[in-house]
């Protein structure tokens, strides 16, 4: 490695972690380091540590945790927007790297930049469009597609799309603090704590995970036909219990009772490159990020992707 | 009008009627006519007639109700898939006004094809993305995000989302003939003329109403968190009952209860610019159907949008 080549640095900025990396100008990960995220004070100073130590650096990408404001332009551009996450909300985390480092910096959803990194290098290489889905503590969904990341008004929240709920055979409220039982008041690994009494991890009755299942499955779903992706990949953490996957992909065959058929998966073997883990596995957010800073711009320019 | 200078030519195709147009080349739509649908080859024959009259054309565009091969470079490019409209499945809607007028056709669905008329020439104007629902005979969703509409495996079936079903309050099992009470199955006029035993447009209990803005304030719902777009357009003719969009907007906001907060609309006047009608009318599908024609490349070339 030349010394003197400037890397790209990418944070997947999480509610218990900001992962750091640094990538060489091809977008090889190069070191990583793994933050505890405390108070923002705290969290983004040692990210700043992190990059001081390896200058020059060429642009910083960020996937953070949102809502977030990521319109550039926006005079909050870079500000989260209404968390839960306490000391976190209305906290900028574009600007300090900006200011401190002196580089650009481009920030958007963790799901977008998962999205990204797996669309660039994991499950939709080659493809056109791709959807990223993480079940973990919550829900979301990044996107790709014509070849850029979906915004709008603001940037996908599928976490809180409504989605059935039978009553009778799940009486539990949802745990969305907005909206009960949307989607990811019903299917997270919060949902999942409380509905149970203990974490995703540690519940292995296979009711628990036929109910899970049936609420992603439903979410995939709803993702087929809202976006018609040539790909979806689900991550995240309750993402990893090994029964999870092949009873979303039986259940999502039942559900789509065959429309609109075939490009659109049919059948079993179809449905396995459909929906698929991270090619990435924990790595798809972070590598994102670093393809968010290789794509990097000066803000308020609009984004190439 | 230059007697000499190439015009184009656009098609809404739709279950009951053909909307057949040209335009100048600045997309001017200069002459509609109206044709019933009937078999393909009536149906296909009259339209061919209709721009042989017309000529010189340089190119035709077509938005046709799905599901249907949109992708370029496709074996069964522009043939409708799967369809419950008889005598209409596996047709070829391309290839013989190809053949005939000899010109490039480029195909699309109806609300792509609405999505695109809206965002260049109506609701949509200096938007970067739109969304465009139909709720009609069926429901359906075109949209722009980045620039170009909405394509993947295939293209979107919105219609087809499952969303929440009170059976209390709605007993109605639901008339889509592959998956029952999704949201077409609840929501389209074919399940509101089954349900209520009337077409929508005999209708005016208030509570018929009130019902039909809970699934169309889900869809919309459902569509902001998934797609983020800047405006959504609600046309077909069941939104054509006055009472509708204002009951659709009232129920969002309780919906979304606030989240994720602005830029997305949280109150009644953000709500207005953010649900509308279509500004075009009628004519938002066969508008953008000259759109389409207006950016066609011959096939099989990837789509410039």
Known sequence: MDGNAPVYGGIEAG?????????????????????????????????????????????????????????????????VLATPKPGWAHVDVVSPLRATLGVPVRLDTDVNAAALGEWRRGAGAGLGTLAYMTVGTGVGVGAVVNGGLVHGLLHPEFGHIRVPHDLVRDPFAGSCPFHGDCLEGLASGEAMRRRWGRPAEHLDDPSVWELEAE??????LNLTYALSPERIVVGGGVAKNPALLPAVRARLLALAAGYPGEPVPVDAAAMDEYVTGPFLGDRSGVVGAVELARAARPAPNPPVL
């Open 215 to 220: 609420y992603v499955a439903l979410a995939v």
């Open 15 to 79: 509610g218990t972690k900001w992962v750091c990396a640094v990538a060489d100008a091809g977008g090889g990960v190069l070191t990583t380091e793994v933050i505890p995220t405390t108070t923002p004070e705290t969290t983004i100073r040692a990210a700043v540590r992190f990059f001081e130590d390896r200058r020059p650096l060429a642009a910083i990408g960020i996937g953070t945790f949102g809502p977030v404001d990521v319109r550039p332009g926006s005079p909050t551009y870079g500000r």
